[in-house]
């Protein structure tokens, strides 16, 4: 016990490795918890259910943040609920191309889970990676952030134009490079990734990927994809590798709870893409402002970030509101 707390209080990317443990004990738990109990068989998550799910992950992410708050600081706690809303916006992003995906290989809403579980295993670990990248380029070249801050100002402005614009998922580099390295069954095969068939050239029994595989592969992609803006967005908000991967980890872990009740409403969203193309040109721009009127105060960016989402959310609703693209008059018109 006298060696093991030493160790425990040892700093681990500048946050103590308890903390750093606390953190990953909570995520285990939330995972086991999510597909021991909760999704222990696979069927449709309807929307009502998504939602309460997707409450529950949002609160654990809101006291994990409360805890931060107390114990390395009020300016952590708000990095950390900025980083956390940032992310969170971004993700409702992926929902429109992972339905994409979903639509393409026809997967059954029943195991839509499943792939989307195995897919956040897989962001746990290269989000670790690219933080633990971008953390070390950080402190060993300070002049990176302004690589992030023109990247993130070229991505704003370019995810303005091509705010309407729909991924090719057939013509997709990825996809054709496995149709062409692997086996892959026309049919899905209920929640399997792979199944063992009788290969036609050689009558031997082979392993084939199934279309989930395919799906699963895609949905990876996009969140490195993601990851790119996401990552960099962040580490303009703050180059706390701690509170970086954690406001990334909560607001994805809840993703996917959140999909199915904003699969079924994206087309609500439409102009969402634009406020977050605003949020990503203001946080790279106030890295160049930083020399100029000095460091934004984190309560500033929490608030202009909010309300830039905000207005995008309440313009969306209001815009594809019943009616409102036929030109016909609100519920609230025709009553007066």
């Not at 909570?26 to 999704?39: K, R, T, Y």
């Not at 962001?123 to 402190?139: D, E, K, P, Q, Y």
């Amino acid at each position: 016990m006298d060696t093991l707390i030493p160790i425990l209080q040892t700093e681990l990317l500048g946050t103590a490795a308890w903390i750093w443990l606390t953190f990953a004990a909570l995520v285990v738990a939330l995972l086991a918890f999510d597909l021991g109990v909760l999704h222990k068989d696979d069927h449709a998550i309807g929307v009502g259910e998504s939602l309460v799910l997707s409450a529950g992950y949002i609160g654990a992410a809101l006291a994990f943040g409360g805890w931060v708050w107390w114990m390395k600081g009020a300016g952590s706690g708000i990095e950390y609920f900025t980083g956390f809303l940032i992310e969170k916006s971004l993700s409702m992003d992926n929902v429109f191309v992972i339905a994409l995906i979903f639509g393409y290989f026809a997967i059954p809403p029943q195991v839509q889970h499943r792939v989307l579980f195995w897919g956040i295993l897989g962001v746990i670990v290269l989000r670790a990676i690219l933080i633990g990248l971008g953390a070390t380029l950080v402190s060993e070249f300070s002049w990176v952030l302004y690589v992030f801050g023109a990247f993130l100002v070229v991505t704003g402005i370019k995810m303005w134009w091509l705010a309407d614009h729909q991924p090719d998922i057939a013509n997709n580099p990825l996809l054709k490079f496995l149709r062409r390295r692997l086996k892959v069954t026309p049919e899905l095969h209920g929640r399997a990734f792979f199944v063992r068939r009788t290969d036609p050239a050689s009558g031997r029994m082979v392993r084939y990927a199934t279309p989930l595989f395919l799906a699963l592969c895609l949905v990876e992609a996009v969140d490195l994809v993601f990851a790119v803006d996401s990552v960099p967005a962040i580490f303009a908000i703050t180059t706390d590798p701690f509170i970086v991967y954690t406001s990334n980890i909560f607001a994805i872990l809840g993703l996917r709870a959140l999909y199915f009740a904003l699969a079924a409403m994206i087309h609500r969203f439409k102009y969402l893409k634009y406020a977050l193309a605003l949020v990503l040109v203001f946080i790279g721009t106030k890295i160049f402002l930083v020399g100029i009127v000095g460091k934004f105060p984190p309560a500033l960016s929490l608030s202009v970030t909010f309300g830039l989402i905000a207005g995008g959310v309440i313009v969306s609703l209001w815009k594809t509101r019943p009616g409102a693209q036929r030109g016909e008059p609100t519920p609230a018109a025709q009553r007066s």
